[in-house]
């Protein structure tokens, strides 16, 4: 009874603290996540605006068995729980919204890193193309006549 | 529950100066029914700037880098299917 009692009471903080978390995780939905502080300098002020990728995965679970037990021949009562999850929050700036007595303009962030990794994974898909072509050409059976 | 669901949200209007901001952005997310899992991809979408004289402006935000990437990858598939189609004709 007092196993029970106990295993109830450790699935309940474990639903809880999926509970927690899943709250935690819906504010990603939020539009401030996306829109960060704005900042202020002098005369203009800076808002920066970010992605937010989120995903999240959790279980738990719980069982009871029973079992006769070998050395005394008695029936024997087991119960357990146990829970799990992961979870990974992205994050990448987009582009910042500048307002200024001149006037609003967004203004956008470049990522020159990830640009340059495309660039190459896009000439390597072509330079492979090319070798596997060129390749197939050389591996043709000569027709002697 | 939907499983997926796709909305716009807007928030607070912000006053700077003259104009008023107010910033908006693209919500998808997926619930898995039966699982406790899910997924959310919040990205801005646009600022509505009213101006000191009423009007409304609707800045997009442009993601430029996703942009970049997604026609490079399309324009090196594209170049490998053409380099491809070339070699096969001669």
């Not at chain 1, 956008?108 to 390749?135: E, H, W």
């Amino acid at each position: 009874m007092t196993d029970e009692m106990e295993t109830t009471s450790e699935v309940d903080s474990g639903l809880e603290m999926y509970q927690d978390t899943m709250e935690q995780f819906l504010a990603a939905a939020d539009v401030r996540v996306v829109y960060g502080e704005p900042i202020q300098h002098d005369d203009t002020m800076i808002i920066p605006t970010a992605e937010v990728l989120c995903g999240l995965g959790f279980g738990v679970g719980s069982g009871s068995g029973t079992g006769m037990d070998e050395h005394t021949d008695k029936p024997s009562r087991g119960i357990g729980g146990g829970g799990g999850g992961g979870g990974r929050i992205l994050s990448r700036p987009v582009a910042v919204v500048v307002a200024s007595p001149e006037g609003v303009r967004v203004e956008p962030v470049v990522d020159i890193t990830k640009i340059a990794l495309a660039g190459l994974t896009a000439l390597g898909f072509m330079v492979g193309m090319m070798f596997r072509m060129t390749s197939h050409r050389r591996a043709l059976p000569q027709i002697e006549e | 529950m939907p499983a997926i669901t796709r909305e716009v949200r807007t928030g607070e209007t912000q006053k700077v100066g003259d104009y008023e901001i107010t910033p908006t952005t693209n919500l998808l997310s997926i619930k898995l029914p039966g699982y406790h899992a899910g997924l959310i991809w919040n990205r801005p979408k646009a600022v509505i700037v009213k101006t000191p004289d009423g009007q409304e402006k609707i800045l997009r935000v442009r993601d430029v880098t996703r942009l970049m990437i997604w026609s490079m990858l399309a324009g090196g598939i594209i170049g490998a299917i053409m380099i491809g189609m070339m070699y096969r004709n001669k």
